[in-house]
């Protein structure tokens, strides 16, 4: 028999405009039950005291309830990807020569394109070039995700077609050998870690090789040049922009197209709508996820700009699977210290503290695949 067990909580948030929670199906007294109803408790007690805030105009964005109102920090963490200090290894490699079509530097005409002149508004989904929102499930290879999915844009920018890609090929097959953002697959890695795989052998699409790792698997790499998945996409390299560089990500995302980008998602669980401002410079910024600007613009409402970012927490997170991060002028931009990039993310042997700007370090860690096809 199920039991409601989190009734207390819930009428009050429903006073409030909530929406219902998902029901779970443990056994009454069990520990597993115990456990998700506090954690479920603790959570709504904060929507409603954050909510109460948003209400006076006190912060410019609210919580929810949602499918991760229950989790654990632990549990969350299967959410996230880990993708983030590659630019000391890309420095290195690219002056070696290892790392074929890799680069650091925009267009010109891009690069010399002032702010002044850039659109107001970005939002490449009126285009016509971003698939619908993704889940990526309670496996980490959000960094797969992003690199995927900016992809998708970019051959659809460059083609005018839009692909669904095979994020699974790229959960499975991309090797990691330095340890960039994790070991690989569900442990995490980088978005320029996917383009290095995707740039020798391509990608398919997600109907041939479909996604599964939902549960948190890395399953075995099945694709190879006898397969009978045939990649569909390909490029012709990758540019990672200079860290923390607000004006060079405001030009590629203007004029080139959707940008991979790390941050630190660690308080997103309960995001629900408005431009969020909850990463507090003054505390280590932890970047833990890898995501997708595409776009920028200012709230109506409140007047306050921001970072247009696609997640991968399926449609029902967030604006139907989307955050409008707190976008700061380049003249104002804050930063704050990652102290720890070992932490499951920097490159193997890469310890030290790392500067990380704009709101959850949006502009620490930025990239785009280059010469998307079919």
């Known amino acids: ?56 105009g006190q912060v410019s964005w609210t919580k929810g309830v949602n499918a991760f109102t229950d989790f654990s920090a632990e549990q969350m963490r299967s959410k996230f990807g880990r993708s983030k200090g590659v630019h000391a290894r890309y420095s290195s490699a690219l002056k070696a020569g290892q790392v074929a079509g890799a680069g650091t530097q925009l267009p010109a005409h891009v690069a010399s394109t002032p702010l002044s002149v850039l659109p107001t508004e970005v939002d490449w989904r009126k285009a016509g070039a971003v698939t619908a929102v993704k889940n990526q499930g309670h496996c980490g290879s959000c960094w797969a995700f992003a690199a995927t ?23 499975s097959c991309a090797p ?19 383009w290095d795989y995707v740039l020798k052998t391509g990608q398919t699409s997600e109907w041939q090789y479909p996604y599964d790792s939902y549960y948190g698997t890395t399953t075995e790499c099945v ?37 991979a980008v790390s941050v630190d998602a660690s308080q997103w669980s309960t995001y629900a709508g408005g431009v969020y401002a909850g990463c507090d410079y003054s505390k280590d910024i932890d970047v833990d996820h890898a995501v997708v600007l595409v776009g920028y613009g200012t709230d109506a409402a409140t007047g306050k700009d921001y970072w247009l970012i696609r997640n991968s927490w ?49 502009l620490y860690d930025t ?3 280059t010469g998307a096809s079919l």
Not at 17 to 46: C, I, K, M
């Open 176 to 194: 990691n050998p330095q340890q960039c953002g994790g070991t690989g697959g569900c442990s995490g890695a980088t978005a320029q870690i996917a």
């Open 1 to 56: 028999m199920l039991v409601f067990v989190f009734a207390g909580v819930w009428q009050e948030l429903r006073k409030k405009g909530g929406s219902p929670p998902t029901l779970f199906f443990y056994a009454p007294g069990s520990a597993q039950w115990a456990s998700h109803e506090g954690h479920f408790n603790a959570a709504v007690r904060d929507i409603i005291t954050h909510n109460a805030r948003a209400a006076t």
């Open 314 to 362: 399926s449609p029902t997170w967030g604006e139907k699977g989307y955050i409008r991060l707190l976008r700061e002028s380049a003249e104002d931009v804050q930063c704050g210290v990652d102290s720890t990039p070992q932490d499951g993310s920097a490159c193997k042997g890469d310890d030290s503290p790392k500067k990380v700007c704009g709101q959850c370090a949006v």
């Open 223 to 259: 694709f190879n040049s006898t397969s009978k998945q045939k990649p569909v996409a390909k490029i012709t390299g990758h540019i990672t922009l200079p860290s923390n560089n607000y004006t060079a990500l405001m030009q590629a995302v203007a004029m080139v197209g959707p940008v």
């Open 149 to 171: 999915e900016t992809l998708e844009s970019h051959v659809f920018i460059n083609t005018g077609i839009l692909e669904d890609l095979g994020v699974q090929q790229v959960v």
């Open 367 to 369: 990239a785009y695949p």
